[in-house]
């Protein structure tokens, strides 16, 4: 009876091993390949996401989201604050507007189009003022991704530009919570204007 057990459950882990690697891989640049859309899981680096020109983008328009089959977003639950960082890839050009719960976190800085410039390793790609990245910061609570590619909504877009690829990560972090870095630059502007008047 025990071999039996025993025998169950090393397939039940088999399928479960299986099950996840066809979910999600690796590549040899540290990215996460989703295929579906599992939640993405906090602190597990870079993962990948596409846009298509094709699809129909969040909350309308043109550009695709994370899933152009489903236009699925990237779900998960923070405990604590965490930053998220997101950045195009390969073909230089591409520019996102996020999405979090539906509402617009904001958008990666407009970059010019250079399809000379290319790169698959988002270590290369963000903090590099050849491709658009940005930075955003996430309080506690459930989160839901999704991504708008601004540069495929152009109808000057160059074609081959679509689909594009582009990666994030979410990692916890001692960040200050957005409202509190809102209250908190201006009063450090009170606190130097002063100190530029005397010099």
């Known amino acids: 009876m025990r071999r039996a057990q025993f025998r169950a459950f090393l397939s039940l882990g088999l399928l479960l091993a ?4 066809a979910q999600a891989q690796t590549n040899s640049s540290g990215v996460t390949l989703y295929a579906g859309d599992p939640p993405y899981v906090v602190n597990s680096g870079w993962a990948s996401f596409t846009t298509d020109a094709t699809q129909a983008g969040p909350f309308g328009g043109l550009g ?10 990237f779900t998960f639950t923070l405990t604590e604050n965490a930053l998220l960082k997101v950045t195009d890839l390969y073909l230089a050009g591409d520019y996102l507007q996020v ?6 976190l904001g958008t990666t800085p407009r970059v010019v189009v ?4 290319t790169t698959g390793d988002p270590n290369v790609a963000y903090g590099d003022t050849y491709w658009s990245w940005g930075a955003f910061v996430l309080s506690p609570g459930a ?18 530009y679509s689909p594009a690829g582009h990666v ?14 809102a209250l908190f630059l201006p009063a450090l502007g009170l606190v130097l204007l002063p100190l530029r008047r005397r010099a």
């Open 64 to 73: 695709g989201t994370v899933d152009p089959p489903n236009n699925e977003p």
């Open 168 to 181: 994030f990560r979410v990692d916890t972090c001692p960040c200050p919570e957005p409202a509190s870095l």
């Open 143 to 160: 989160h839901s991704l999704q991504f708008q590619n601004l540069y495929l909504n152009d109808p000057a877009h160059d074609p081959t």
């Open 99 to 104: 999405w979090d719960n539906g509402v617009s």
């Open 18 to 21: 299986v099950a996840v690697s």
């Open 114 to 117: 250079d399809a000379t410039k």
